[in-house]
């Protein structure tokens, strides 16, 4: 690996450390750059998802006001997603190659359109009146397949994740965000773990580019913390829709 090709990877993983704890699609930046440097994509995929463990690590460093008395719920969540991220790279290593360039624009565009219209999916779901322990199992396998796309493609997959916590939890959006970046972060963990056993990483592309998730995942909570809920909100939609766009041209030409 070429000096300036370190350079542009650390360059890249800061910045989609940044945008993974901002705007929840670190991949943005970082699945494009592994591309570029002639990476095939599912290989791009898992040493993407092997990199992005630092981000998890560097954000919740840098969220430590948002986590305040949240450790309990991030334990019980997180043991939901990393059950579903170890579910989800399994399901990436034993299917074609080709299945997961077709379907990941696909999967990108449906996440970032959802998001723009949560408060609407958030006014419909269940009650308060509801049963409890019904309304846990549906957010509890919601969680779990969500878990499951993160394991699956790290790209995006913490659009879902936040819409799905934003149901589960009542605080606000930058609190939510930090327990989503906290347990995402055990998700592609599990995950990482099954691609570093029967993947195919590029470990000499995983140094600069997990170095550059680690300080981007620190830098990104304080810049949430400044952001207002509703443009946040916004801007999350409309980068996941461009690198929706960006690769579906790649795959569908």
Known sequence: MKFSEALLLLAAGTLGGIFSTVVS?????????????GVPPLSANMTNTVSLVLTGAGSVLGSKPELAGQ????????????????????????????????????LIGGASLVLLVQPRIKGLAMSPSADGDRVRAVHGVALFAVAMYVGYFGAAAGVMLLVVLSMMIDESLVTVNAVKNAVSGMANAMAAACFALFGDVRWALVVPLAAGFLAGGWIGPKIVRKVPAGPFRVVVSLCGVGLAVRLGISAYR
């Open 71 to 106: 450790g309990r719920r991030v334990i019980r969540l997180g043991i939901v997603t990393a059950l579903g991220g170890a579910a989800g790279a399994a399901v990436l290593l034993l299917t074609p190659a080709s299945t997961f360039t077709v379907v990941v624009p696909v």
């Open 25 to 37: 699609i670190a991949s943005l930046v970082t699945y494009p750059a592994l591309l570029a440097l």
